[in-house]
């Protein structure tokens, strides 16, 4: 778990709240074009919200809050590389200055979904800054900060994800930047379906 101490802040202040959250991310296909993530708190209120196209060869997802305003971009980086990788921007913005960070996946195997999260203030020179660590059968993954969980996901398998409805259980512990995490969960789940 996270260190009392210690704020774990990716994108943003007001996403660090000084307790464990449970949250519910649920993914629904809307059309050929057009996937959609809620994230729910265990109230019912939606907390952010993510767009972003089924069949699009530039894969690119706009988290929003509640009231309809970017948070972040996440985009695919397009190389070809055996490393699939994201790329996560303030708002709607691609440019240098608004770079977050970037995740890609650990290694070319699809028997562990491993990825790797690199600070825009670190990029690479440190080592990376966060690992995510999973199983691709049970599609459940830990992520930490060192030797520290500082969030847990599960798959919530019902008969809706074989129709195009799925839905994840997050723990996402005290202090932790919640919509960093819900990021994370959709590059998961997006590089499981590609």
Known sequence: MA??????????????????????????????????YDVI???????????????NFHKKRVMKDPAGLPVITLREKQALSWKQQWLIHQGESSEKKHFVCSVQRSSALHIKNNLDVYLANRYKEDGRDFRVTGSFASLSFKV???????????HNFTWGSCK????????VYPEV????IAALVVIMHENDNA
């Not at 000084?18 to 993914?27: A, D, G, N, Q, S």
């Not at 708190?41 to 069949?55: C, H, I, K, R, Y």
């Not at 409805?165 to 997050?170: A, L, Q, T």
């Not at 930047?177 to 960093?180: E, H, K, M, P, T």
């Open 177 to 180: 930047d919640y919509a960093f």
């Open 3 to 36: 260190s009392d101490d210690q704020i774990i802040k990716v994108v943003g202040d007001r996403f660090c709240v000084p307790y464990t959250m449970e949250l519910l991310v649920k993914r629904k296909i809307q059309s050929l074009s057009n996937a959609h």
């Open 41 to 55: 708190d265990t109230t019912g209120n939606v907390l952010l919200q993510v767009d972003g196209g089924v069949w």
């Open 144 to 154: 930490r900060k060192g030797n520290s969980i500082i969030a847990e996901v599960s």
């Open 164 to 171: 195009g409805k799925e839905s994840f259980k997050v723990k």
